[in-house]
Each structure stands twice: as structure tokens, then as C-alpha cells.
């Protein structure tokens, strides 16, 4: 029998002591940080999607056998307008606030594309970023927000655009083995272009510039164009092998021109993404080394994918691992007003998740006939080279449902 001490110091300013069973083995040390949607009733209205609630930070503390649990609201802009107003004034994803009086979190709803979008909300509920001897609460917007691991204290709000020129990005950054911040955002028409950027941060700052932040000496690493100027494709996260970062271009993409006129319409900015079933899905492939693309153009058939599973190198080839769907309706089940008692009668899933393995040749015979299956592994994943020196890629399917 073990012992949870949960503590939530807005509402139990002593410990709340819970007897559970089994054992927790002594070893395991430390502060587990998480993070997630708390709240989405706000005085007399109510957010449209789960993913729309404000942020709540959650820790768990785990010593000599014992877990201690607290939890506190992310004190974001959002969540103060939000609070003194007494209802939503701060759009979300799936959730338009009208009217909107805090200018500093959603400036103007229209803007000329040539300079900005519409600014975005700072409730960063996904996902807890480390760098260096930092924390930060993330989401897929320009915004991160420091926090207290200990505490859970709300502490400065950060502007990935002030240092690298993005609108949006993954909530979903991965490290590399100097303790280095790999992540994607996308930057929207920015001098006439719409591009993803592959970004690096330190952990750390040199010592005569202790003050300054590690955001500073932010790096692009690569730049790659998209495909369509005012359609660049939604992306939740990447993949990343010891060489090479994996970024897929899907065809699940965001309507530019519907997105800047969203408020005037009345709209919400979900209602702003659309699949495009027609359309391929490109696999970009960045050499860590060199920083730069793999010049070889690999697609596969039209999928939505939110996450990666696993990445690695084997003989040449990149392996690695999704979980895909044949269309976007996963979204659609997470609006509120599907998420009742009848649930699983009312929400059926219009395209299962399905596990695919990729195998990508990236050493393969250049004068290999058109037509023929390039993988040399042992897979029943192909890539087939296409007569215009594409490759087709097909997984293998590990698992459906």
C-alpha cells in the first residue's frame, strides 16, 4: 500500500492524503510536469472543443516510495482576460469569442497577408518543453509560457516570432544528444513565400551572456518551401533519426485567405483546415550534417497523420513509424457537443488509425529501372521509382483499430 498526497493550493491549501494499492519501486525519483485542457465553462459560455479549455498544469512529485500531485491553472493572458471578463473573449482552435477586447492576445481580425495573420491565443495546453534549466508550457502557436516546475507560477510569456519569423509551430520539439531543441514552424507568406523552418535552440548561453536568453541564439537549420503559398499543411509533429529530421507534408492543409477573414465571417479556425484527398503526401528528409533536404522527392497517397511513433536508420534506408488516417473526422469527434453519454453510438470513426511503417531508401541504385522496388531490406514496405525520378512509397501496415 502506497501514498498520494494531491494538493491544489487554489483549492486545498492542505494535503489531501489517498491510500493506494501497490508498490511504487524505490528508484523511481523525481517530477513528472503534464499538461492539458482544465476548464471550459467560463461564466455563461462554454468552449466548442475539448482542446479549446484553458490550460492546467499538473505535477507529480514522487519520493521515497510516495506521490505528491498538484495542479494549478496556466496564468496565460488568455486565461486573465478570460477570468476578469467572466466569459470567453479569446478565440480558440475550435471556439470564435466575439467580441474579442483584448487586443494584445488577438490584435485584428483582419490583417494584410503580406505582413501577419491573426494573432493567436498564449493558453499553451499540450504539451512542456525543457531547455536547459527551463520549463515551458507549450501549444502550436507562436506563444510558449515559462513556468515554475515547482510551483506551477505562470512566469514569462515567449514569442517564438521575435526570433524566428513563424506563425505557428509544433507543440512536439525534439532533443538531440547536446541537449538541443529541434522543432517546425510554418512562416505564412512572410517576403511573398510560405515555408516551413527547421529550428534549433540551445540549452545554453555562453558565459559572458548569462543574461541573455537561450531563444537568442535560435538557429534555422533548414528552410523548406511549401508546396502551396496560401495552403501550407497542418502538422502536429516530426520525426528525427541520428542524421535526419523526417517532415511530412501532408494534404490536410490551412486556407490562408479563410483563416484572416474567419472573425469577419463568424467562423471558427478549425472550420479553416480541409483535407485534400486528391493531393499526395511528400516525405521530406533533412541531413543534420549538411542542414540541408535530401533532393530525392518520396510521397505516398493522400493521409492526415498527427503523430510520429518511431524513427531510425537501417542499410541506407530511414524507418519510420505513424499512426495515419484516411481523413481528418478524429477532430470532428472532440467538439463537446459529441462528447455525451452516447458517445460511442453517435461518434464513429470514418477512418480508423492504422499503423505504417515506412522504409525510404536514401542510398539506392541511380540507374535502377522505373518501376522497380528500391527497398533492399527485408520490409514489405516499397518505394518505387517513378518515371520522373520520384519515388512512390507504400508501408507496411503493423497494425489497424
Known amino acids: 500500500m502506497d501514498t498520494i498526497f494531491g494538493r491544489n493550493k487554489e483549492e486545498h491549501p492542505e494535503p489531501i492524503k489517498a491510500e493506494v494499492q501497490g508498490q511504487l519501486p524505490a528508484w523511481l525519483q523525481g517530477t513528472l510536469l503534464r499538461n492539458g485542457p482544465g476548464m471550459h465553462t467560463i461564466g455563461d459560455t462554454k468552449y466548442n472543443h475539448w482542446f479549446d479549455g484553458l490550460a492546467l498544469l499538473h505535477s507529480f512529485t514522487f519520493k521515497n516510495g510516495e506521490v505528491y500531485y498538484r495542479s494549478k491553472y496556466l496564468r496565460s493572458d488568455t486565461y486573465n482576460c478570460n477570468i476578469e471578463a467572466n466569459r470567453i473573449v479569446v478565440s480558440e482552435f475550435g471556439t470564435m469569442a466575439y467580441p474579442d477586447p483584448c487586443k494584445n492576445i488577438f ?75 529541434l522543432n517546425i514552424g510554418t512562416s505564412i507568406v512572410d517576403k511573398g513565400k510560405t515555408k516551413y523552418l527547421l529550428f534549433k535552440i540551445p540549452p545554453s548561453v555562453p558565459e559572458k551572456e548569462k543574461k541573455k536568453s537561450c531563444f537568442k541564439h535560435l538557429e534555422v ?9 496560401l495552403h501550407p499543411s497542418y502538422y502536429h509533429s516530426f520525426g528525427i533519426t541520428e542524421n535526419y529530421i523526417i517532415f511530412v507534408e501532408q494534404p490536410f492543409k490551412l486556407d490562408i485567405l479563410k483563416m484572416a477573414t474567419a472573425y469577419i465571417r463568424g467562423v471558427n479556425w478549425a472550420s479553416c483546415l480541409a483535407f485534400h484527398k486528391e493531393d499526395k503526401t511528400w516525405f521530406h528528409f533533412v541531413d543534420k550534417r549538411t542542414k540541408k533536404e535530401v533532393s530525392t522527392k518520396f510521397y505516398t497517397d493522400a493521409l492526415v497523420l498527427f503523430h510520429h511513433i ?48 515506412f522504409v525510404v531508401p536514401l542510398q539506392y541504385n541511380k540507374d535502377a529501372e522505373v518501376g522497380s522496388n528500391l527497398v533492399t531490406i527485408p520490409s514489405t514496405a516499397t518505394a518505387v521509382k517513378e518515371k520522373d525520378g520520384s519515388i512512390y512509397c507504400q508501408p507496411e501496415i503493423l497494425c489497424e483499430g
Open 310 to 357: 518511431n524513427a531510425y536508420e537501417e542499410d541506407g534506408h530511414i524507418i519510420f513509424d505513424i499512426i495515419a488516417y484516411n481523413d481528418n473526422s478524429l477532430y470532428d469527434m472532440f467538439y463537446l457537443k459529441n462528447l455525451s453519454k452516447d458517445f460511442e453510438e453517435k461518434n464513429k470513426l470514418t477512418s480508423i488509425p492504422t499503423y505504417k511503417r
Open 221 to 229: 537549420v533548414c528552410s523548406i518551401p511549401s508546396r502551396s503559398l
Open 107 to 181: 490584435a485584428k481580425a483582419f490583417s494584410y497577408l503580406s505582413h501577419t495573420i491573426p494573432e493567436f491565443t498564449d493558453n499553451c495546453l499540450i504539451n512542456i518543453m525543457k531547455t536547459g534549466d527551463d520549463f515551458y508550457a507549450t501549444s502550436e502557436t507562436n506563444f510558449i509560457r515559462k513556468i515554475n516546475p515547482q510551483t506551477l507560477e505562470t512566469l514569462e510569456k515567449v514569442d517564438y516570432n521575435k526570433y524566428v519569423a513563424v506563425n505557428v509551430a509544433t507543440s512536439h520539439p525534439h532533443y538531440d544528444s547536446t541537449g538541443n531543441i
